[in-house]
């Protein structure tokens, strides 16, 4: 009798020890998928971000490769065929006009806008090799001849001021009252190399008054002082 209860009790232990270890083994593989679960959703997490960053880095232009609508916000430096400048802090640029002809690179039409934080474009660059001249004195009569065709002036409303020089450039300075606006006009005239039989007219065209641009602004500034000309290599 004694046997038989000795047995039975034995064999209570081998079966309530069996059902331990079954029951921690159940246990660590449910504490197990946790981690692994945290660990897939934060690498999901850090896919998203990288791939947030990669679409932001992409929508932004490319200032060593622009083209007519490339659009920025300063603070850039824009490299071009005919030039490089830098777009100030508190403005932004558009291209207006890329135009360089394949068979001359030194012949062609670039145009860059600036604009304000209030989005009011207060000044464009344009460096072109079309508008027919051969020298600065041509390049001022050039500038001041498009202001009276465009507003049906005489040109009693142009008025030559003295030479201004900012950074590598010495600008002629124009002033052009009309009853609709007043304008700045710093203007400029490069030969580029041997082989640069047309030259480059440079001009800056600045809006005063309504843009809120004063003369000798800040920005105004800063954009003739970074202003290089790509010389002939």
Known sequence: MKRIIAITLTLLMVFSLFAC??????TTTENSNPS????????????????TEADSTTQAADPSNLEVGSEGAGPVELKTDFFSVKVPEK?????????????????????IRFRNEKKYIIATLTATTQNMVKSKKEAIKNTIDLCNLDTYKNGASATEGKDAKY??????????????????????????GDNDSKGLLVKLEVNLGSTGVQKDDPIIKEILSSLS?????
Request: no cysteine; hydrophobic share 30%.
């Open 21 to 26: 270890n079954k029951g921690g083994s159940d």
């Open 167 to 192: 950074g590598e450039n010495t600008f002629s300075t124009i002033n052009v009252k009309t009853e609709f606006y007043e304008k700045d006009f710093y203007v400029d005239y490069v030969k580029r």
């Open 229 to 233: 000309i790509v010389m002939e290599k």
């Open 36 to 51: 692994e679960s945290t660990s897939a959703e934060a690498s999901s997490t850090d896919a998203a971000a990288s791939t």
């Open 91 to 111: 403005a932004s640029y558009e291209v207006s006009t890329y135009y360089v002809d394949k068979s001359n690179p030194l012949f062609g039409s670039i145009g």
